[in-house]
């Protein structure tokens, strides 16, 4: 992130933006952190779904259920 993206933020003229963008990848949950977190709030058939593609490993989706 800080050898591609910080940069061409910075060249774009918007590079806190793209400042922020990092702390908030670098403070996110991870994808099984994230679906402990909705069971801890009390959903339940929690489950995580990797989109396939070059985003493996970073975009998913969740799927539960809350009664």
Same mark, same amino acid.
């Given at each position: 992130?800080?050898?591609?993206?910080?940069?061409?933020?910075? *060249?774009?003229?918007?590079?806190?933006?793209?400042?922020?963008?990092?702390?908030?990848?670098?403070?996110?949950?991870?994808?099984?952190?994230?679906?402990?977190?909705?069971?801890?709030?009390?959903? =339940?058939?929690?489950? =995580?779904?990797?989109?396939?593609?070059?985003?493996?490993?970073? =975009?998913?989706?969740?799927?539960? *259920?809350?009664?």
């Amino acid at each position: 992130m800080n050898g591609l993206v910080v940069p061409w933020g910075r *060249l774009n003229g918007d590079a806190s933006l793209y400042g922020h963008s990092r702390r908030s990848v670098l403070d996110f949950d991870t994808a099984s952190g994230c679906a402990r977190r909705l069971g801890r709030a009390g959903f =339940t058939q929690v489950h =995580t779904l990797p989109l396939p593609g070059w985003q493996t490993g970073i =975009t998913h989706t969740f799927t539960a *259920l809350r009664r």
